[in-house]
């Protein structure tokens, strides 16, 4: 991608309208679709600032800077993802969570573990879904302290839930199995066959090891000791390969309350609207193990929406299935 001084057209016409959004003025021309003088040296100004190379061409790089740097707050769906969401309106939500208490990590612009976790506290004391997702409801819940937030006075520190999102997982031993988990061109293997059960297992785990768990990554379940306090096995199910994942739990005589919470926080996220959650609660025996299996049905047609809907859904399932092992670990009986 390049876009330099002498170029016309619509791609133009959007350079200059984000550069004036953020305040770079392009003179009486103003948008006008032409890449000359003033564009050019908004652009260079604007490279200075974010520190990128002074060329007054854009190409991807200072492009992407540039969408980053107009997002506002509410403009799009903010979740975990990998690569890690970022932008402006993710500066302008870390602000707001530190001014009502919840965060106290970097404010740095990238929705990260760290972050997400704040968000959930947030929405805890909002009584709303602490799924980490910064979609409609939690927007307009921040949006109603808006004045508030951005007035230079001090802002009433709300009080976090007792038990903290991060530290309840800190320390904690989880296995996490996927067949493919350990294979180099892992995400190769997601973007070409767009395997749910493997990008699941992937995000499930690397959140986990970010939140300082101590994860084990397994391919035979032969290889996990009894001392590990949640296993949990990602897998295509048998009978229907496409749209059905399933979720092992095999560890101890506590596989059934383990399953249990997972399920009913899989329930409430999904809600029906999404996928519909499918449960066998009887312990069943594998190589020794108790297990139980959760499958969990993508039924209205996942493969036929956007991007963004089905990194919701992964986000939601990846949520619920965190919140019930932090809810099996914290003692909370499962409904």
Same mark, same amino acid.
């Given at each position: 991608?390049?876009?330099?001084?002498?170029? &016309?057209?619509?791609?133009?016409?959007?350079?200059?309208?984000?550069?004036?959004?953020?305040?770079?003025?392009?003179? #009486?021309?103003?948008?006008?679709?032409?890449?000359?003088?003033?564009?050019?040296?908004?652009?260079?100004?604007?490279?200075?600032?974010?520190? *990128?190379?002074?060329? @007054?061409?854009?190409?991807?790089?200072?492009? &992407?800077?540039?969408?980053?740097?107009?997002?506002?707050?509410?403009?799009? =769906? *903010?979740?975990? &993802? $990998?690569?890690?969401?970022?932008?402006?309106?993710?500066?302008?939500?870390?602000?707001?969570?530190?001014?009502?208490?919840?965060?106290?990590?970097?404010?740095?612009?990238?929705?990260?573990?760290?972050?997400?976790?704040?968000?959930?506290?947030?929405?805890?004391?909002? =009584?709303?879904?602490?799924?980490?997702?910064? @979609?409609?409801?939690?927007?307009?819940?921040?949006?109603?302290?808006?004045?508030?937030?951005?007035?230079?006075?001090?802002?009433? %520190?709300?009080?976090?839930?007792?038990?903290?999102?991060?530290?309840? /997982?800190? @320390?904690?031993?989880?296995?996490? @199995?996927?067949?493919?988990?350990?294979?180099?061109?892992?995400?190769?293997? /997601?973007?070409?066959?767009?395997?749910?059960?493997?990008?699941?297992? $992937?995000?499930?785990?690397?959140?986990?090891?970010?939140?300082? =768990?101590?994860?084990?990554?397994?391919?035979?379940?032969?290889?996990?000791?009894?001392?590990?306090?949640?296993?949990?096995?990602?897998?295509?199910?048998?009978?229907?390969?496409?749209?059905?994942?399933?979720?092992?739990?095999?560890?101890?005589?506590?596989?059934? %309350? %383990?399953?249990?919470?997972?399920?009913?926080?899989?329930?409430?996220?999904?809600?029906?609207?999404?996928?519909?959650?499918?449960?066998?609660?009887?312990?069943?025996? $594998?190589?020794?193990?108790?297990?139980?299996?959760?499958?969990?049905?993508?039924?209205?047609?996942?493969?036929?929406?956007?991007?963004?809907?089905?990194?919701?859904?992964?986000?939601?399932?990846? #949520?619920?299935?965190?919140?019930? /092992?932090?809810?099996?670990?914290?003692?909370?009986?499962?409904?």
């Amino acid at each position: 991608m390049q876009i330099k001084k002498g170029d &016309r057209g619509k791609e133009v016409v959007d350079v200059q309208r984000r550069l004036s959004i953020i305040g770079f003025g392009l003179g #009486s021309i103003a948008v006008d679709g032409a890449y000359e003088v003033n564009t050019e040296a908004a652009v260079r100004k604007f490279q200075i600032q974010h520190e *990128l190379p002074e060329t @007054g061409v854009i190409n991807s790089k200072t492009w &992407r800077a540039l969408v980053d740097a107009t997002y506002k707050l509410g403009d799009r =769906a *903010l979740y975990l &993802r $990998y690569p890690f969401l970022h932008g402006n309106d993710v500066f302008q939500l870390q602000r707001w969570l530190v001014a009502l208490g919840f965060h106290d990590g970097e404010i740095d612009g990238i929705f990260g573990p760290v972050t997400e976790c704040s968000v959930r506290e947030c929405q805890l004391n909002f =009584a709303l879904s602490t799924d980490g997702i910064v @979609g409609s409801a939690t927007i307009a819940a921040l949006f109603t302290l808006r004045k508030m937030l951005e007035s230079e006075k001090n802002v009433p %520190i709300m009080k976090p839930s007792s038990a903290s999102f991060v530290s309840s /997982i800190q @320390g904690k031993k989880i296995a996490v @199995g996927c067949d493919s988990l350990k294979q180099e061109d892992l995400w190769q293997e /997601i973007e070409e066959n767009d395997y749910l059960y493997i990008d699941l297992a $992937y995000r499930f785990s690397n959140l986990l090891e970010l939140l300082g =768990a101590d994860i084990k990554i397994f391919n035979d379940i032969s290889e996990i000791k009894a001392e590990y306090e949640v296993v949990i096995s990602f897998k295509k199910h048998t009978k229907n390969i496409d749209d059905v994942m399933v979720i092992n739990h095999a560890d101890n005589d506590k596989s059934i %309350i %383990i399953a249990s919470c997972i399920a009913n926080e899989l329930d409430v996220s999904l809600r029906g609207r999404l996928g519909k959650v499918e449960t066998d609660l009887a312990a069943h025996t $594998y190589q020794d193990r108790p297990q139980v299996e959760i499958v969990v049905n993508h039924s209205s047609g996942l493969d036929k929406k956007d991007e963004l809907e089905k990194d919701v859904f992964k986000q939601k399932v990846v #949520s619920a299935i965190f919140d019930g /092992i932090k809810k099996y670990f914290a003692g909370v009986p499962a409904l």
